[in-house]
């Protein structure tokens, strides 16, 4: 288990743990103290490239050698990552269906090469929905934004007899407070920044289009306008205020900027460049995309990208953190959240979405790694989110987790102008101790943890309150340096599982009790597994704490045959926040297979 601590008040991060399991009538697991990492080489419908990530233990000069000698030209240092270069190689086609599995291994075992990895053309789905709806027309004279008056996840408002709740963003901008200082990018797929509701608050040092390798993160328009995602969601966050045109975004005196990246072919070393772009002077990141929602798709960060999230969280904003908001995704009940290793990361706000009456989207996904959630829309014929559009034009129609995850940016923007000098982890905390339930208590799923903090799978801590996280911000305690613990679980012994019966491990730890990274009270909790198995979608996991909280790291996935299972995978779970880790753990592995 490795847990992130901060002095006496503690991060638990994860446990290790490998599930070797035999094709049987019955399957069996093996439970060993190590974590095993299995590589898969080939499937049907993945595309290489002929680029490699190579970190060497030189630079330049040594970068050019290689090059030379291997028969790749070499494309420079790829920025943000030190002595870590692109390589592409001569006379190898451009794209190839099979892995250059000699190629990598003749650089691998290169002495100047510390690691080498084959770029490989990444799926990566936009979150929003395609759905036609209509607005209420409850109107609120306080701006003269033509959509103003259908923003009512900003005012609270009354249409079709129910009573719709904001997320208190009003009384903060009566408080003064609309993001002005603050600096967002939102990674998408470019955005329309001379737009005449947006262009005030266009920052091109917060930009880049990693697509095209240029400094100009304009869409590129075609006969669909299928590059508007970005323009969308980043009118949610700064719309211009009173200039007669669309709405108001939440952070209207923001600085907002964009990482071109979506519109092309989507590699490691696309990711990494973007999550990594210029963070010392971005304070937050918004994604609104991530691996397909199908519900069969186990996907997330590679090298680069992992490393730059990591990056950016330990060492961007001059060390405070920069902020990484991303939707939780729209695979609805056949998928689960943290089968997307982008929003299972701990460097991450994965965030969810509800519907105007608080009630469950049919998109929204579950997963215990989900912190908060936001308003958004997607049922025909109900309210959805006001938004900017290409071509200067303005929308009513933006839904999916790509609408929620840009509203947390645009709160949280409001937040850091009350208070700039918190840091990544007092954002999750805020979060954490703010959020309102009341309003979405009549869903099922609820639950206590042993602090008395309520949470759900599918809404989080519950929908973000703007007011009560600035208050809570401008008297904020700044916590404690984060530290790691690491602590294996050392057991063997082979486990039947079988439809309806449950494989149980029991296992302790003190949380490195008298060690420097002494581990008191959780945040994050991931558990890193490995799992041969002949159905990987008919697998529910469970983690109980030792105060008897029950977590469900994985829900069924009835659309996931695969018989890979899971290799080194880290599910995330938020819902042990302020819990002690010392005593005794147990998680659960069922199969469920009803298919």
Request: hydrophobic share 35%; net charge neutral; charged share 20%.
């Amino acid at each position: 288990m490795c847990m992130d601590h901060y002095n006496n008040d503690t991060t638990f991060r994860c446990y290790y743990f490998t599930f070797l399991t035999e094709a049987m009538s019955c399957a069996k697991f093996s439970i060993w103290f190590l974590c095993i990492l299995f590589h898969s080489h080939y499937s049907y419908g993945r595309h290489f490239t002929n680029d490699w990530a190579v970190q060497l233990n030189g630079g330049d000069d040594m970068a050019k050698q290689l090059a030379d000698e291997m028969g790749y030209y070499n494309l420079g240092q790829i920025r943000g990552f030190p002595n870590v270069y692109l390589l592409r190689k001569k006379e190898h086609p451009s794209r190839s269906k099979r892995e250059a599995k000699q190629l990598n291994k003749i650089l691998n075992e290169d002495p100047r090469v510390l690691w080498a990895e084959q770029q490989e053309i990444r799926v990566r789905d936009k979150r929003n929905l395609r759905l036609v709806g209509r607005n209420g027309d409850f109107y609120v004279n306080r701006f003269n934004d033509q959509l103003w008056p259908k923003e009512w996840y900003l005012h609270n408002s009354r249409s079709e007899n129910e009573i719709t709740r904001s997320m208190n963003v009003i009384p903060v901008w009566d408080m003064g407070y609309t993001g002005r200082g603050v600096v967002l990018s939102v990674m998408d797929d470019g955005l329309e920044w001379n737009h005449t509701d947006l262009i005030r608050n266009y920052d091109s040092r917060a930009s880049w289009d990693s697509n095209d390798n240029d400094p100009d993160p304009f869409p590129r328009y075609d006969d669909v306008d299928s590059n508007k995602h970005g323009t969308r969601c980043a009118g949610v966050i700064a719309m211009i205020e009173n200039n007669l045109k669309c709405g108001v975004g939440i952070a209207y005196n923001s600085k907002i900027g964009a990482i071109r990246m979506l519109d092309g072919p989507i590699t490691d070393v696309i990711e990494g460049l973007s999550i990594a772009f210029n963070i010392d002077y971005i304070d937050i990141f918004t994604a609104s995309w991530g691996p397909t929602d199908d519900g069969k798709t186990v996907d997330g960060p590679k090298t680069l990208a992992s490393k730059a999230l990591e990056k950016g969280a330990i060492i961007g904003r001059n060390g405070r953190g920069v902020i990484y908001i991303w939707a939780s995704g729209n695979g609805g009940f056949f998928d689960n959240c943290n089968c997307d290793g982008y929003v299972s990361s701990i460097y991450t706000l994965s965030i969810g979405s509800v519907s105007y009456a608080g009630k469950r989207l049919f998109y929204s996904e579950k997963c215990s790694s989900t912190i908060a959630t936001t308003y958004s829309s997607g049922y025909i014929g109900k309210n959805k989110i006001c938004a900017t559009d290409l071509h200067d034009k303005c929308t009513n129609q933006h839904s999916g987790t790509s609408a929620s995850a840009p509203m947390a940016a645009g709160i949280i923007a409001l937040v850091l102008e009350a208070n700039p000098y918190l840091t990544w982890r007092d954002i999750h905390h805020i979060i954490v101790w703010t959020t309102d339930v009341m309003p979405l208590l009549e869903n099922k799923g609820w639950k206590m943890n042993s602090i008395g903090l309520m949470y759900n799978s599918q809404f989080g801590f519950g929908l973000l309150n703007a007011e009560a996280m600035v208050k809570t911000a401008v008297k904020w305690e700044y916590l404690p340096q984060k530290t790691t613990c690491d602590v294996n679980a050392e057991v063997s012994f082979p486990v039947p599982i079988s439809s309806n019966k449950s494989a149980v491990i029991i296992f302790q730890t003190d949380g490195c009790r008298d060690t420097w990274n002494e581990v008191n009270y959780l945040e994050h909790v991931q558990v890193c597994l490995s799992i041969d198995y002949t159905v990987r979608g008919a697998l529910d996991l469970y983690l109980v704490s030792p105060s008897g909280t029950e977590t469900i790291l994985l829900t069924r996935r009835p659309k996931d045959k695969a018989i890979e299972g899971f290799k080194n995978w880290k599910f995330l779970t938020v819902h042990l926040w302020g819990e002690s880790p010392t005593g005794l753990w147990k998680l659960v592995i069922r199969d469920m297979v009803i298919f």
